[in-house]
């Protein structure tokens, strides 16, 4: 059973920066597309960027346009998410997840609800103001 496993969540100041990774316990065949969506106490869960295993072309919210970079590292099964400029409103778990069936736009199009293949347990962000 291939789990994903994210790291780099913590607490930091407003305008600070994170990276988080994402890394799969094998390699994940078929996978055409790895995201990631996060989710504010008390709010439903939403996309924050996703990224095609292949041609590695992304696709982001346009929340975290411009702030946040989604890569990939294909030899590692990782993923990562590169945020800057933090906001207090960016404060949530952080949910990793990947599938074979998906692109990029359409892993923003579908949301959370979507049955991808796989999920992470989720790590948390905590900006303070």
């Known amino acids: 059973q291939v789990q994903l496993v994210e790291s780099g969540g913590g607490l930091v100041q407003a305008g600070d920066s994170l990276r988080l990774s994402c890394t799969a316990s094998?390699?994940?065949?078929?996978?055409?597309?790895m995201g990631w969506f996060r989710q504010a106490p008390g709010k439903e869960r939403e996309f924050v960027a996703a990224?095609?295993?292949?041609?590695?072309?992304?696709y982001s919210a346009d929340s975290v346009k411009g702030r946040f970079t989604i890569s990939l590292d294909n030899a590692k099964n990782t993923v990562y998410l590169q945020m800057d400029s933090l906001k207090p409103d960016d404060t949530a778990v952080y949910y990793c997840?990947?599938?074979?069936?998906?692109?990029?736009?359409?892993?923003?199009?579908?949301?959370?609800?979507?049955?991808?293949?796989?999920w992470g347990q989720g790590t948390q962000v905590t900006v303070s103001s």
């Open positions: 997840t990947a599938d074979s069936g998906v692109t990029p736009q359409t892993m923003g199009v579908l949301g959370p609800d979507y049955e991808y293949d796989y």
């Open positions: 094998a390699r994940i065949f078929s996978t055409s597309a």
């Open positions: 990224i095609n295993w292949n041609s590695h072309s992304t």
